[in-house]
């Protein structure tokens, strides 16, 4: 029989539990041959589910039907979760409460260690720097899903126009979000404190500013189909050129999708709604004038530079016009990259220094029994459904090491590659299977950790409170949970 294996996974998001699962699921408790196992995952939020809970726009509830996956998951006596617990060299600002636990308690009391921490930082755009006029988009999602780093409401009673910088699927929600009226977001997961905001909203155009052209448009059909759709809002016609593709261009299906949505153009007749929007094509962000007065009315001005498409290399290049964008707020939302404070963190990379599901040693060699997995390892591009493919490619990674002639291990086929190994040892190699590092223990007893089954208890509460309202479910922020827990507490 193979040895006992103890596996710390730091991140709660997805890929953590799509990893967990398979593992978990391909080495079966009561079966003789899988070894003694143990998968203890540690996350800084609070609640579990990572991006599910505090990513995914309310009006799409059924994204989040994975978590029903991850819930039975949680149910296996070799799984717990350790929630409001932030792993790394130095303590968690953005979250103040979240407890502290060095890295090195991890590799002194596992054998086997998984970052799935994800891309949890913005990505900004070197011309227009943050200010009151201009916010990353995570601000936004983070403040409409009550992320525990709490993140000040944005003032939308002061704001006529909005303008998004980058045309993904993330700006195309936040753009819903402002343009519904709240009384048809009041059904889906949205906090009461949201739509008292989204109530007072003066919002009437939102901009959504692209630097290539509707082709390579980073958007779903489905994301656009919701814009058109919407019930009180109408697009600004695009002009027709734009929407000619170049001749001898073979499309794939989701671009002559998207070309037929565009010159079909939206449900509403423009200028028949109370509030508008627009895409602009080959244009980027090139400076952002403050207004000169404090007045709520004045208004930045956007320097937009102009593109074309390079037919060489498809990238933007400036043609030399520029044109000004009045406009309330700016809000860029042009990706995520890791924490540059992640242990293995690349620079050149912004993810995980990572190959094939292993973390890698700066000369490039794996590092024994250490993994990444999901957006640390691969960058913040993908859907649930390639997170989960990758996560259980890794799982088979980690099959291979700890049990390398189970039938396991052809089952999660194909195998990994060979890779080189780094002669350190970081783990321990003969860990207590059940023994926590003494920070948790700690933790723990002083109510500062959530357990998944503490989850469920905040979780069911939630959902009730939400029916009482005629939603899906009403949230909790730290101190309420942490109250709520507090008295039916009785495991140690």
């Known amino acids: 029989m193979p040895p006992p294996v103890k596996l710390a996974i730091i991140g709660g998001g997805p890929s953590a539990f799509y990893v967990a699962s398979r593992l978990l699921s391909l080495l079966p408790l009561k079966d003789p041959m899988s070894p003694p196992l143990r998968v203890h995952m540690y996350d800084r939020l609070w609640a579990p589910h990572g ?140 906090p009461e404190h949201v739509l008292e905001v989204l109530s007072r909203s003066t919002v009437k155009h939102v901009s959504i500013v692209g630097r290539r052209g509707p082709l390579e448009a980073a958007f779903t059909t489905k994301e656009l189909r919701e814009m058109i759709n919407l019930p009180e809002a109408s697009m600004v016609p695009i002009e027709p050129t734009l929407l000619t593709p170049p001749s001898g261009v073979a499309l794939t299906r989701q671009q002559r999708r998207t070309l037929e949505l565009l010159q079909k153009g939206s449900k509403n007749r423009p200028g028949s709604t109370p509030k508008s929007w627009s895409l602009h094509f080959y244009r980027s962000p090139a400076s952002l004038t403050l207004p000169s ?72 060699l794996a590092l024994k029994n250490i993994y990444a997995s999901g957006w640390a390892a691969n960058g913040a591009k993908g859907v649930l459904a390639s997170t989960m493919i990758d996560a259980y490619a890794v799982a088979g990674t980690i099959l291979s090491d700890i049990a390398p002639s189970s039938e396991a291990v052809t089952a999660s086929a194909p195998p990994p590659p060979e890779m080189e190994m780094a002669p350190d040892e970081l783990l321990n190699c003969r860990p207590d299977l059940d023994a926590l590092p003494s920070e948790i223990v700690h933790g723990i007893k002083d109510g500062m950790v959530i357990q998944y089954d503490d989850w469920k208890v905040i979780d069911a509460e939630e959902v009730r409170r939400g029916g009482a309202l005629g939603k899906e479910r009403e949230r909790m922020g730290w101190d309420e949970a942490l109250s709520f827990i507090a008295l039916p507490r009785t495991r140690p």
């Not at 991850?70 to 103040?96: E, K, Q």
């Not at 937009?304 to 309330?328: I, Q």
Request: hydrophobic content about 35%; glycine content about 4%; aromatic content about 6%.
């Open 51 to 190: 991006l599910v809970r505090y990513g995914v726009a309310p009006d799409h509830p059924e994204v989040k039907n994975c978590t029903n996956k991850f819930d039975a998951t949680a149910t296996d006596p070799r799984f717990r979760f350790f929630g409001n617990v932030n792993v790394g060299s130095t303590p968690l600002h953005s979250i103040p409460h979240a407890l502290h636990l060095p890295l090195t308690s991890i590799l002194d009391n596992y054998s086997h260690l998984l970052f799935a921490t994800g891309c949890t930082m913005p990505t900004l755009h070197p011309a227009i720097p943050p200010s009151v006029y201009c916010i990353p988009a995570l601000s936004l999602v983070h403040w409409y899903t009550q992320h525990p780093s709490q993140p000040p409401p944005p003032a939308l009673d002061k704001i006529t126009h909005l303008t998004l910088i980058g045309q993904g699927n993330v700006s195309l929600d936040i753009a819903r979000i402002l343009l519904t009226s709240p009384s048809v977001l009041r059904q889906y997961d949205v």
């Open 293 to 364: 007065s404090a007045s709520a009315l004045d208004m930045a001005n956007l320097t937009l530079s102009h593109t074309r498409l390079d037919p060489a290399t498809h990238r933007a290049v400036p043609t030399g016009e520029t044109s000004t964008l009045p406009t309330s707020l700016v809000v860029t939302s042009l990706g995520f990259h890791a924490d540059p404070e992640t242990t293995f963190f690349d620079p050149t990379l912004r993810h995980l220094r990572s190959s094939a599901g292993r973390i890698t040693s700066s000369d490039g």
